[in-house]
């Protein structure tokens, strides 16, 4: 149901779905309708003022040519007048000259009359093409509208089918599903009254056989039954090690083809007959059978209880009492083998977990040592790298000192050079006459020697 309020009054009434889509596609209907008429009206004023417009622009244009024409035939007339006054004047003198002017402007005139006639005739033209192309346009506009209104028609009746499309799919749907749900309820109704009746079957039969040491004997028939196919290597056996004071029923534990263990179970069998007046409860032994997993150092704790009959949390399967105990469950009978067999697959599953952790954790060391390696070889490369840099750097220094030596020792022999090339020099530019030319004797002397050379 939903509520409607009136807009007037405010009061409050409630309508069905059905009429609440009834209202809903009148309210909607009344609204396209009026915002496709509303488009309408502004497309045909639209219309409307665009050839009044085009009309009055044309108007104007004509307007404005006639103005000019209506200037050019008075700028005429007003040259006829001053051409007669002219020609009055000089009448007798430019008679025939008066003449021939005349047919001149006579022709002029026919000219500008013919050309006013052809502009007048292209203008209309012009006029009558534009007015073609509007009303093309709004030929162009009505179909458009047509078009739109079609469109808009189609697209409403395309919504319309889609939504009923939706409706009956959502219709099959729920159908479907709710057809779905009640076989799938059924059927686990089926399968619980089937349960019930062979849990009634198996109490029945077990209330006298399966009481304490049968149960056991039971549960160790089925496992021997598949032992050789499906659990070659495993043990499975009675605890008889009470040295801690108590033990557990059976043992199970499994290895893989390296003899490493794979999992182990530590069971426990519990039952009593109808006519027990103590009723004992499942919660009752799994201290003990806790205890007894872990001095027996077994992975699991099973409790194979046939107690608490009407109980619909251990009739459901396979009870987890992690909570309460850490990897300890309950179980029925039948589900004894089948919940070996999972723990077992976990277990294996685990195993190639671990492998391939380990062999990832073997790889991570392998890289560690690698990486240990690298950065030794890099330390050691860079003390021997340090060591020859140093002496390196010694020996240019030592090349550098030797370099200067060297340099020191050649501009001393350049400068013995210049030296001894200067005293050259001075020794070439000594004279006799300069030697005695500051000194009387030695002047005397050779002047006698010469004296006496030429004597001889």
Same mark, same amino acid.
Request: charged content about 35%.
């Given at each position: 149901?939903?509520?409607?309020i009136?807009?007037?009054?405010?009061?409050?009434f409630?309508?069905?779905?059905s009429?609440?889509a009834?209202?809903?596609k009148q309210v909607?209907d009344?609204?396209f @309708? &009026? *915002?496709?008429?509303?488009r309408?009206d502004?497309? /045909?004023?639209d219309k409307q =003022?665009?050839? $009044?417009l085009?009309?009055a622009?044309?108007?104007?244009?004509?307007?404005?040519?006639?103005?000019?024409?209506?200037?050019r035939d008075?700028k005429?007339?007003?040259a006829?007048?001053?051409?007669?006054t002219?020609? @009055? &004047? *000089?009448?007798?003198?430019?008679a025939k000259?008066? /003449?021939?002017?005349r047919? =001149?402007q006579? $022709?002029e005139?026919?000219f500008?009359e013919?050309?006013?006639?052809?502009?007048l005739?292209?203008?209309?033209?012009?006029?009558?093409?534009?007015?073609?192309d509007?009303?093309?346009?709004?030929?162009?506009?009505?179909i458009?509208r047509k078009?739109?209104?079609?469109?808009?028609v189609?697209f409403v009746?395309k919504e319309?089918?889609?939504?009923?499309?939706?409706?009956?799919e959502?219709e099959?749907?729920?159908?479907?599903?709710?057809?779905s749900?009640k076989?799938?309820?059924?059927?686990?109704?089926?399968?619980?009254?089937?349960?019930?009746?062979r849990l009634?079957?198996?109490?029945?039969?077990?209330?006298?056989?399966?009481?304490?040491?049968?149960?056991?004997?039971?549960?160790?028939t089925?496992f021997?039954?598949?032992r050789?196919?499906?659990f070659p290597?495993?043990?499975?056996e009675?605890?008889?090690?009470?040295?801690s004071?108590?033990?557990g029923?059976?043992?199970f534990r499994?290895?893989?083809d390296s003899?490493?263990?794979?999992i182990?179970?530590?069971?426990?069998?519990?039952?009593?007959?109808d006519?027990?007046s103590?009723?004992?409860?499942?919660?009752d032994?799994?201290?003990?059978?806790?205890?007894d997993?872990?001095?027996?150092?077994?992975?699991?704790?099973?409790?194979?209880s046939?107690?608490?009959?009407?109980s619909?949390?251990?009739?459901?399967g396979?009870?987890?009492v992690?909570h309460?105990?850490?990897?300890?469950?309950?179980?029925?009978?039948?589900?004894?083998i089948?919940?070996i067999?999972?723990?077992?697959n976990?277990?294996?599953?685990?195993?190639?977990?671990?492998a391939?952790?380990?062999?990832?954790?073997?790889?991570?060391?392998?890289?560690?040592?690698f990486e240990?390696?690298l950065?030794?070889?890099?330390?050691?490369f860079?003390?021997?790298y340090?060591?020859?840099s140093r002496?390196?750097?010694t020996?240019?220094?030592?090349?550098?000192?030797s370099i200067d030596h060297?340099?020191?020792?050649k501009?001393a022999?350049?400068?013995?050079?210049?030296?001894?090339?200067?005293?050259?020099d001075?020794?070439?530019?000594?004279?006799v006459?300069?030697?005695?030319?500051?000194n009387p004797?030695?002047?005397?002397?050779?002047m006698?020697l010469k004296n006496?050379d030429?004597?001889?």
């Amino acid at each position: 149901m939903n509520d409607i309020i009136c807009p007037h009054c405010n009061t409050a009434f409630k309508v069905d779905g059905s009429g609440y889509a009834d209202i809903l596609k009148q309210v909607r209907d009344r609204d396209f @309708e &009026k *915002q496709l008429n509303q488009r309408l009206d502004l497309a /045909e004023k639209d219309k409307q =003022n665009a050839i $009044q417009l085009a009309l009055a622009k044309k108007a104007s244009e004509l307007q404005n040519l006639e103005s000019q024409l209506r200037d050019r035939d008075l700028k005429q007339q007003l040259a006829i007048k001053d051409a007669v006054t002219t020609a @009055e &004047k *000089q009448r007798d003198l430019i008679a025939k000259e008066l /003449e021939q002017n005349r047919d =001149n402007q006579q $022709q002029e005139l026919r000219f500008t009359e013919t050309r006013f006639a052809q502009e007048l005739q292209t203008v209309t033209m012009q006029k009558q093409a534009e007015l073609r192309d509007l009303q093309s346009k709004l030929d162009a506009t009505d179909i458009q509208r047509k078009l739109a209104i079609n469109e808009a028609v189609n697209f409403v009746e395309k919504e319309r089918d889609a939504l009923k499309n939706r409706i009956s799919e959502s219709e099959l749907k729920h159908q479907l599903e709710s057809q779905s749900l009640k076989e799938r309820y059924e059927a686990q109704i089926f399968d619980r009254d089937e349960a019930i009746v062979r849990l009634r079957d198996m109490k029945a039969r077990l209330s006298t056989k399966m009481v304490g040491e049968t149960l056991e004997q039971h549960c160790e028939t089925e496992f021997n039954r598949l032992r050789a196919a499906a659990f070659p290597r495993a043990y499975f056996e009675k605890d008889n090690d009470a040295s801690s004071g108590s033990k557990g029923d059976y043992i199970f534990r499994d290895f893989d083809d390296s003899g490493n263990e794979i999992i182990s179970i530590m069971f426990e069998m519990k039952n009593e007959n109808d006519t027990t007046s103590t009723k004992k409860k499942n919660e009752d032994f799994l201290k003990e059978l806790n205890k007894d997993r872990l001095e027996k150092t077994c992975e699991y704790a099973v409790l194979v209880s046939l107690l608490e009959p009407e109980s619909e949390l251990y009739n459901s399967g396979i009870v987890d009492v992690s909570h309460r105990f850490s990897k300890s469950y309950v179980i029925r009978p039948q589900f004894f083998i089948p919940f070996i067999t999972l723990l077992r697959n976990a277990a294996l599953k685990s195993i190639e977990y671990k492998a391939e952790l380990a062999l990832i954790k073997a790889q991570n060391i392998d890289v560690t040592h690698f990486e240990e390696d690298l950065e030794s070889f890099k330390s050691a490369f860079g003390r021997n790298y340090d060591l020859a840099s140093r002496r390196f750097q010694t020996a240019i220094d030592e090349i550098d000192k030797s370099i200067d030596h060297l340099q020191k020792t050649k501009d001393a022999l350049m400068g013995a050079d210049r030296n001894l090339r200067l005293a050259n020099d001075k020794a070439q530019d000594v004279t006799v006459k300069k030697l005695i030319r500051q000194n009387p004797t030695m002047s005397n002397k050779f002047m006698e020697l010469k004296n006496k050379d030429s004597s001889d």
